[in-house]
């Protein structure tokens, strides 16, 4: 348990330094399908939402891009306001959309946000907006303008919330709805927030961190060295302990980025990845599966063996395919980092695969050779034996 525990604190180490260089960047992985572009976003700490931007000082106007994920666009409104008076709702200029019941278009419009009692009535607001456009797409809706904001740093709010009798009703007040706030300065191309709330992205990344090196690298290469390492007589019985180390180290981590994730779950109420979700519960439950299996492994000459591989062998497998389906589900529904995080990912799952398809090739050159020998063997053996008989005879 020593190399298992020393194992672990280097891949923690490591995580850290992963987390720390992916942090803030899930907004510039995103193609807008107009091919729209931005000279700055932001990855705001709450409600999966993001803010692009292109200010022109000369014009004092900015083309700004609200989007927001893990939302349903026949069921939910979005909103995103500059606050030139104060930092929270009251006094909120807001660009509003949702889609309209009658029809699959999504109406964009503008409200003044006069109390916390709002219905978000449409309305004008005190600087001048243009080009105002909203569209949406699966579980994601995104709202475009030109606006001339009052000044370059200002308060900016946004919120997500159910449409009921067909109008935007009111929204939750769960901890991520009244934590949806913060500043922008449009010349700097800086968006900052509460520590509370950059404190949740970098939590988001640790997540996913945590979960990918874990379910998405230990595991299989655990499997690998299971499955290829022990055919070399001289690796028994190392090959066993490095199998154990690296399925322990990935069960201990794995568990680290599942509680991560449950905490992330309980903190944004009304904001749920359910096939991400579901898929985590299903995991942690067949790797502590496999646990068990450690504790519960018969001896090799055992009658109850052959069921035992049986449901080890099965499980693990299980558990690494929805390792891997999961991983890619956090890339591209929930993290959404940098394309090239992706890549490397998928680069070191490829390398992985390299590796089993080489091993598996030299695995069953060796088992041929084998074979063959035992095949020569036992004729020589049964020659001999034929002519002693003949000799005899």
């Known amino acids: 348990m020593g190399s298992t525990t020393r194992l672990s604190l280097l891949i923690l180490s490591i995580s850290f330094l992963v987390t720390t260089a992916i942090a803030q960047t899930a907004c510039r992985a995103h ?25 022109d000082s000369t014009a004092r106007t900015a083309n700004i891009a609200f989007r927001t994920t893990g939302v349903s666009p026949t069921s939910n409104w979005i909103a995103w306001a500059l606050n030139p008076t104060g930092s929270g709702m009251v006094g909120a200029q807001a660009l509003v959309a949702y889609q309209n019941s009658s029809s699959s278009s999504v109406h964009a419009y503008t409200s003044s946000v006069t109390s916390t009692a709002t219905s978000l009535a449409e309305s004008s607001i005190s600087f001048r907006v243009s080009n105002l456009s909203a569209t949406s797409g699966t579980n994601e809706m995104t709202i475009f303008a030109t606006i001339q904001p009052p000044r370059t740093t200002v308060n900016q709010v946004w919120q997500v919330g159910p449409v009921s009798g067909g109008s935007p009703g009111q929204h939750n007040l769960h901890s991520a709805n009244k934590k949806s706030s913060g500043s922008i300065n449009f010349l700097s191309g800086q968006a900052t927030a509460g520590g509370a709330t950059i404190q949740r992205l970098k939590q988001k990344n640790t997540h996913g961190v945590l979960n990918a090196i874990s379910w998405g690298i230990l595991m299989p290469l655990g499997a690998i060295i299971a499955r ?11 090959w066993f302990y490095l199998h154990i180390t690296c399925q322990i180290s990935a069960y201990i981590i794995g568990v680290a980025g599942w509680g991560t994730g449950l905490k992330l779950g309980s903190q944004s109420a009304g904001i749920v990845y359910h ?11 067949l790797a502590t599966l496999q646990v068990f299996a450690l504790l519960l492994r018969p001896n090799k000459d055992h009658k109850y063996r052959l069921y035992w591989k049986v449901y080890h062998h099965g499980i693990g497998y299980i558990v690494i395919i929805l390792s891997i389906i999961n991983i890619y589900q956090g890339f591209d529904k929930v993290l959404m980092p940098e394309k090239k995080w992706k890549r490397i990912y998928s680069g070191i799952l490829i390398a992985l695969g390299a590796i089993a398809l080489v091993l598996e090739a030299f695995t069953w050159t060796i088992g041929y050779k084998k074979k063959k020998t035992d095949q020569q063997k036992h004729g020589h053996h049964a020659n001999g034996t034929n002519g002693f008989t003949n000799s005899y005879a």
Do not use: M
Request: charged content about 10%.
């Open 31 to 55: 193609t807008f399908t107009n091919n729209q572009q931005y000279s700055s976003c932001s990855d705001l700490p709450e409600l999966n939402s993001f803010l692009y931007w292109t200010y």
């Open 228 to 238: 290829y390492v022990k055919v070399f007589p001289s690796a028994d019985p190392a």
């Open 275 to 285: 096939v991400h979700r579901n898929i985590g519960i299903a995991l942690f439950c």
